[in-house]
């Protein structure tokens, strides 16, 4: 499994190159593409690996010396031998994301996971590397210093026992191995029962019941539906998701409030001026000097003075 985001493609590319045409195993790939523009990266990918790269559709098995790669607009989940895409709810602002996919992974194939995180913004990934360390796999990140973007890698670091960090070139090779090495516990591990209710709420599977097994209420509201917040437990990682599956970090919940935060002061400032317009325009009709002029001037100027302010506070940037 392996995600990234922004300066993900120049790391994924190296990494690409380095795996044999006879890997015995099977790549995923989830990067943050934009959500309705056809993506050019299986193509891309294509020119660097003999490995076959595909776009799959849901329901497609799974066959070692491929790589699948999300779909935009989907996330990508792993079944029982074939792969799922699904236009679920965003996870970390995005669909597709990463900690789906590895969570996915984690949870229905155990110690036989190899998570790799590369360079973008954010955390994506962390939570999700997260679970592949809790029920088994093998965690990777590339090494922060050379990533374009250090943010996902050293998120993952700092929440998660790495296993392998690496500069995104020695990632395939060390693929390569990992995939003909025998687990050492190849059995089903023991997880946490929140990590399957998780996947099923990407699959919009889940129920309002089931958040009980995931977390418990939060104090905040979901920025995408407006819903309660449960803040996900024992995992170590701040992280909140609402009962329809909306799910944040910390980090990506806080990017989200400032969005939201902005737009409503976009919207006040809207209506200040617009209110301020009315007054004016009707000042401007009453007769000269009387009463209901004066009162109409004085409530345009305080809501001129108003819309100023919040002008400032938007240029000065949430």
């Known amino acids: 499994m392996i995600g990234g985001s922004a300066g993900g493609l120049d790391a994924l590319g190296r990494l690409i190159e380095a795996l044999p045409e006879d890997l015995a195993a099977a790549v995923f790939v989830v990067l943050h593409v934009a959500p309705h523009v056809p993506t050019q990266l299986p193509t891309i990918l294509q020119r660097k690996t003999p490995l076959r790269v ?23 989940l792993l079944g029982d031998d074939h792969v799922r895409v699904v236009h679920g709810p965003r996870e970390n602002r995005h669909r597709p994301a990463v ?39 093998v965690t990777v990140v590339q090494e922060p210093g050379e990533a374009l973007y250090q943010d996902m890698p050293a998120a993952a670091l700092r929440a998660v026992e790495i296993d392998h960090c ?74 909140f998701r609402c009962h329809v599956g909306h799910a944040y970090s910390a980090e990506s919940l806080l990017s989200e409030q400032s969005a939201a935060a902005e737009e409503a002061f976009y919207t006040a400032l809207r209506a200040l001026e617009q209110k301020a317009a009315a007054a004016h325009n009707l000042a401007e009709r009453m007769a000269t000097k009387s009463a209901l002029r004066e009162r109409y001037e004085a409530t345009a100027g305080e809501l001129d003075e108003k819309a100023r302010i919040l002008r400032r506070l938007l240029s000065a940037g949430m």
């Not at 110690?111 to 796999?137: E, I, N």
């Not at 998780?198 to 995931?214: A, F, I, T």
């Open 54 to 76: 595909v776009a799959p559709h849901d329901g497609d098995g799974i066959e070692h010396g491929h790589v699948y790669v999300a779909r935009p607009n989907c996330h990508m």
């Open 99 to 137: 900690d789906p996919l590895f969570r996915s992974a984690a949870w229905g194939y155990g110690p036989r996971v190899v998570g790799v995180v590369l360079s973008g913004m954010l955390d994506d990934g962390a939570a999700g590397l997260w679970a592949v360390k809790t029920c088994g796999g």
């Open 166 to 239: 690496l500069p995104a070139g020695e990632i395939g090779a060390l693929l390569a191995r990992l995939a003909k090495e025998p687990v050492a516990n190849a059995h089903p591990h023991e997880a946490p029962p929140g990590i399957k209710a998780e996947v099923e709420l990407v699959q919009l599977d889940g129920s309002l019941e089931r958040m009980r097994e995931v977390g418990h209420p939060s104090v905040f509201t979901c920025p995408s539906c407006c819903g309660m917040l449960w803040e996900v437990k024992g995992q170590g990682i701040p992280r």
